[in-house]
């Protein structure tokens, strides 16, 4: 195993310990040898955590200088939780036709967006990031209002 991905492994293995993920979570969250740990945090649904791996974004590098942060996000549409943030990042705006379970995105240029299903969209997004194995996303976010937190590992 090469020095950068037993480094990326380890900081994972910390982020998880540091989380309070166990063995089997960690095992469940793939990593892809391409993506260094500093583009990684963290997202906890209650007893659940998600892996971001961020975009190459100016939008992605400021929120993640606001870290960490927990935010009561509403829900919108049945697909997708979103929160005003405090204040408005730089935005780089795209439109993804697909969103996809996972895609955290800014609506504009304060709206933090997560979503939890796939479906066809008209509107435009700067990309915050993915969540690596949005397996079980959809059950942890619930139905109403959650709160999320967002941390580096």
Do not use: C
């Not at 037993?6 to 910390?14: D, F, K, V, Y």
């Not at 942890?140 to 590992?153: D, S």
């Amino acid at each position: 195993m090469n020095p950068g991905r037993r480094a990326l492994m380890h900081g994972t293995a910390s982020a998880a310990l540091a989380w309070g993920l166990g063995p089997a979570t960690l095992a469940a969250q793939p990593q892809s040898p391409s993506v260094s740990i500093d583009k990684r945090i963290v997202m906890t649904v209650g007893p659940h955590a998600f892996v971001v791996v961020l975009a190459d974004t100016e939008a992605a590098r400021a929120f993640a200088h606001m870290l960490p942060a927990s935010f009561e996000m509403s829900d919108l549409n049945r697909n997708e939780k979103m929160v005003r943030l405090p204040r408005p990042l730089p935005t780089t705006i795209v439109q993804p036709g697909t969103i996809h379970a996972g895609d955290v995105m800014l609506w504009g240029e304060d709206t933090l967006v997560v979503f939890y299903e796939t479906f066809q969209s008209p509107y435009r997004y700067t990309r915050i990031g993915r969540i690596e194995q949005p397996h079980g996303l959809a059950q942890a976010l619930g139905a109403g209002n959650v709160r999320i937190t967002f941390a580096r590992p």
